[in-house]
């Protein structure tokens, strides 16, 4: 099961942090991969659930997309401390996991993605790992640009 671990520092509050990624509805401001998420609330709570729709090009030379509805569930969360989701998708499952840490100028976001495909998805996977661990860290970039501009 791939996983993949990024941190960047923001200098923001880890309450500011918090309070931004923990708006599924945002991701698409800074992740290459979001396309949209439905708002159920304001604040996600534990056990709260919600819908995102996630669009991927596998191949950066072909213009061929996948493009998953993923349904997720919040499994953990401590304000400005911790924050996680379970996702599923046709064809895979994943978890997304972010930690808020104090560094000397503002906040260590370190956030984690595991996910796991099944039957014909498989196949995609030698192409799908160089990729998602690229967007990983391009995504994390993008979370500290759009939050330091928006002080």
Not at 71 to 90: I, S
Not at 99 to 112: I, Q, V, Y
């Amino acid at each position: 099961m791939p996983k993949y671990y990024n941190e960047v520092i923001i200098h923001r509050t880890k309450e500011d942090v918090f309070d931004y990624v923990t708006q599924p509805w945002r991701w698409c401001e800074w992740h290459p991969s979001s396309q949209s998420a439905h708002k159920p609330k304001d604040v996600l709570e534990l056990n709260d659930e919600f819908d995102e729709v996630i669009r991927f090009q596998p191949i950066d030379a072909l213009p061929f997309y996948i493009r998953k509805a993923t349904h997720y569930h919040v499994t953990m969360t401590d304000r400005a401390v911790v924050w996680e989701v379970q996702g599923e998708m046709n064809g895979g499952k994943l978890t997304i996991h972010y930690d808020f840490k104090d560094a000397p100028e503002g906040t260590l976001f370190c956030r984690t993605l595991t996910y796991d495909v099944s039957g014909l998805n498989r196949l995609l996977q030698p192409i799908l790992d160089p990729k998602m661990e690229k967007l990983s860290g391009v995504a994390v970039n993008n979370l500290k640009a759009k939050l330091e501009s928006m002080q």
